[in-house]
């Protein structure tokens, strides 16, 4: 891997910050030449591989120009930049210069000599001069190395999911504008990950089923908090997640062996970090078909910060999508971050996250009605302390709630019935961390959570009547009733532990273990983890990760639908990854991955045989309780991606199994996709902006009725397959100003070829004009052609 850099700078001498928008990936010096040249800007070539951008009309300013230092600060080991590194003058306590995405740059009086020092978390602090001599314009970098405490958090994980985006090749993070640029319902980052391979979604939930798991199985973890169930409409799709994507600074998933820190969920986590605003006032106003929000921050000062985020949206369950006449469903989310870092290095940071969910639906077609409302609240604050070079402490406190009432009715010609739900759950804790380096080469983290957990639910369902599913299923519950009022309450307690150690320049380990306990089941579960890397040169790296997750149910997880409440063993699973990355050459890399996950104390699950698309699907009678007795997930991810100046690509192929194993028979998952492709395209053209995302996988798995003879059978569950599911979503945008402030208009495809992807199957039996009864077969389809259109607008 190249150290050399290139440095893009400029001064305040001859261009203001809010001159240019720069908002898109560009990925050559040539790119940004044109993209440049057409905002009357030139970039001139200083000193080899640094560029300098000024006004086209005032080239000859340069030799006019201040003493100037330009460069970057970079990992000695990798090579890549370090964001947020601080340089220091003569003293080194007052901050003059933070290293950013471009580098840095700095303009200063006439002097020969400057004595500086490099700060970074993580790295050892380097102490060092710049010498300008006679040079108008100096071009130094600055190389730091890494302390062992910077191991623990640069994380070298099994299927953490890599981003290229402009000056962070190689790290694992999506932007928020490489998340607003790819196509996707909503302003949603949750539903934005679905072009990577391993992950599926039937495009109506936000949730996601990552490498064969059960959408319950992924954990979201939002500025340190691990928030539980955080969607819209929880039990009507989960059609959008609560987070907003305008406050999203940066996204990581994994969707392996992940680190010890995180537990309770076996197939992801989805981390996401909001953005620090900067010292300027930042507005940004977006105004859409399906939501609409105001986003706010400003930076008093290198120390003291806030950001307030506000969205408002739900008119996609007021168009004709769903056959409904709605009466108010919409959806509210607020946030808020504030953050005070002090002199000896301490940050405090404190969150809130609201979300609230008001739905009254009326399913005409489908004999259905539904009111809900939905508020969750989650506060938490943090505190980071570091003690030395060697050590740093971290806390988190934090109050969660949980409201849910919901109630509707099926008024069915030959199925009546009721539900009703009332569900309140509150969690409290706190969690702390050690990061402590013995050495270089090694390091180790320790950390504990406790967290205190109440619930209070009542449930009441009724159901009554039959059809021909009825007779065929379950003859002999023509009546079926629930009513449950259940009382919990009990403590939560987590440990875990990483070592992280450097045999060489090429080989890195992480293992970890991790305890829980959980009061309600009485249940203790022991996760040993470990993560392999090795660097066989600068362009191909392989990596091994084995580990064990176990997910247990929440204090308020037990199944209403059950006759008789309670908990179950935890379900763990047993996962190998192997991974192979290759830089194939400047322009080109591949990525591939082989996994299986063996799950074992599978937890019992309900299902609906034929078709889930009801607002509550637990009143029909295709309703099933699976119970399987173990499973297994297996496939292999295949990723190229490339670019060039305008054009970035990616394409991915996957295939892969997933299977439930009952009674010693293997029944595929409803969600399994043998084959699946995904092309996500990327083209830049001045101020305008094309993006496509286009998939293709096997059809889900479908169970049958036949009609033999006059008699109703019944396949094998999952045993046919709907027909292949392709989907292509586009999005156009163009960049302008208005009165000096920046506007994007923009307008988005989803489905835009308006294909009727097969969902699932609605039966009915019915007598025809000759009196025979016949079985009828009415095919569901998933989503249709969604347009949408929106206008935002930053200050």
């Known amino acids: ?450 967290k205190s957990e109440t619930t209070d639910i009542k449930y009441t369902s009724d159901f009554s009547g039959s059809d021909f599913l009825t007779e065929i299923l379950n003859p002999n519950q023509i009546n079926r009733s629930r009513n449950h009022r259940f009382k919990n309450s009990g403590i939560r307690k987590s440990l875990y532990g990483n070592v992280r150690y450097k045999f060489n320049n090429s080989f890195y380990g992480d293992f970890g273990l991790r305890l829980d306990h959980q009061d309600w089941n009485n249940e203790t579960q022991i996760s040993p983890r470990m993560n392999l890397s090795f660097f066989y040169d600068d362009t191909l790296t392989f990596r091994l990760g084995l580990g064990r997750h176990f997910q247990d149910q929440h204090i308020d997880g037990v199944l209403l639908e059950d006759e008789e409440l309670m908990y179950f063993e935890p379900e763990s699973a047993d996962i190998a990854i192997f991974e192979v990355q290759k830089e194939l050459n400047n322009h080109y890399n591949l990525r591939t991955e082989f996994y299986y996950k063996k799950y074992n104390d599978v937890q019992p699950y309900y299902e609906n045989l034929f078709i889930d698309l009801h607002l509550h699907p637990e009143l029909f009678s295709d309703r099933i309780r699976v119970e399987p007795e173990s499973a297994f997930s297996k496939g292999v991810d295949v990723t190229v991606s490339g670019y060039y100046d305008q054009f970035n690509w990616s394409a991915s192929y996957s295939f892969s199994e997933v299977k439930d194993v009952i009674g010693g028979d293997e029944f595929l998952r409803g969600w399994d996709q043998q084959n699946a492709v995904k092309l996500n395209l990327e083209w830049f053209w001045r101020k305008w902006q094309f993006n496509s995302l286009m998939q293709y996988h096997t059809g889900w798995p479908r169970t049958l009725i036949n009609d033999s003879e006059g008699e109703l059978i019944i396949g094998n569950r999952n045993g046919s397959r709907n027909k292949d599911f392709l989907n292509l979503d586009l999005r156009l945008s163009y960049d302008g100003m208005i009165k000096g402030h920046k506007a994007k208009y923009w307008l988005q495809l989803n489905n835009a070829l308006n294909r009727k992807n097969q969902c699932c199957s609605e039966y009915s039996y019915e007598e025809n004009d000759e009196g025979d009864f016949v079985l009828i077969n009415e095919q569901k389809d998933w989503l249709p052609l969604i347009p949408s259109i929106g206008f935002d607008l930053s200050f």
Request: no cysteine; charged share 20%; aromatic share 10%.
């Open 1 to 450: 891997m190249s150290t050399t850099q290139t440095q893009i700078v400029y001064s305040d001498d001859f261009l203001k910050a809010n001159s240019i928008i720069v908002d898109r990936p560009i990925r050559s010096i040539r790119a940004l030449k044109q993209f440049l040249y057409n905002l009357d800007y030139e970039l001139t070539e200083v000193k080899d591989h640094v560029y300098l951008i000024r006004p086209v009309e005032n080239s000859q300013q340069l030799m006019q120009s201040p003493i100037m230092a330009i460069g970057n600060v970079i990992d000695t080991e990798t090579g890549y930049q370090i964001v947020g590194a601080k340089i220091h003058f003569n003293t080194g306590t007052d901050v003059e210069v933070v290293n950013n995405k471009s580098g840095y740059y700095l303009t200063i009086d006439d002097r020969s000599k400057l004595k500086v020092t490099i700060t970074a978390p993580g790295y050892n602090p380097q102490h060092d001069e710049i010498d300008f001599q006679s040079q108008a314009i100096v071009s130094r970098n600055f190389e730091l190395q890494k302390s062992p405490e910077a191991l623990e958090n640069l994380y070298v994980t099994t299927s953490h999911f890599d981003f290229k985006s402009v000056n962070q090749a190689n790290q694992s993070i999506l932007t928020r504008d490489e998340l607003t640029a790819t196509p996707h319902i909503g302003n949603d980052p949750a539903r934005a990950v679905n072009k990577l391979p391993g992950i599926t979604s039937n495009g109506i939930t936000a949730r996601s089923h990552v490498r064969g798991g059960k959408q319950n199985e992924s954990q979201v973890v939002l500025n340190g908090l691990a928030l539980r169930n955080p969607y819209h409409f929880k039990d009507f799709f989960g059609v959008f997640s609560s987070i907003n994507l305008s406050y999203v600074d940066e996204l990581s998933i994994y969707a392996g062996v992940f680190p010890a820190k995180y537990g309770s969920y076996i197939s992801s986590v989805m981390e996401i970090q909001s953005s620090e605003p900067s010292d300027d006032l930042f507005v940004d106003l977006s105004l859409g078909i399906l939501s609409s929000h105001i986003t706010l921050g400003e930076s008093f000062n290198t120390e003291s910060q806030y950001l307030v985020s506000y969205r408002s949206g739900g008119d996609l369950l007021r168009t004709e999508l769903f056959n409904i006449e709605a009466g108010d469903p919409s959806f509210d989310d607020l946030f808020i971050h504030l953050q005070q870092e002090f002199d000896d290095g301490t940050v405090i940071k404190g969150n809130l996250l609201h979300a609230k969910d008001t739905i009254k639906l009326n399913l005409v077609n489908e004999d259905e009605t539904a009111r809900a409302k939905y508020i969750d609240n989650n506060y938490w604050m943090s505190i980071e302390k570091p003690i030395n070079e060697n050590l740093n402490l971290k806390g988190l406190v934090f109050f969660q709630s949980n409201n849910t009432n919901r109630n509707g009715d099926l008024f069915d010609d030959e199925l009546q019935g009721s539900i009703f739900e009332s569900r309140k759950t509150n969690t409290s804790g706190f969690s702390a961390g050690i990061n402590y380096s013995a050495t270089k080469s090694l390091a180790f983290s320790l950390g504990m959570m406790l």
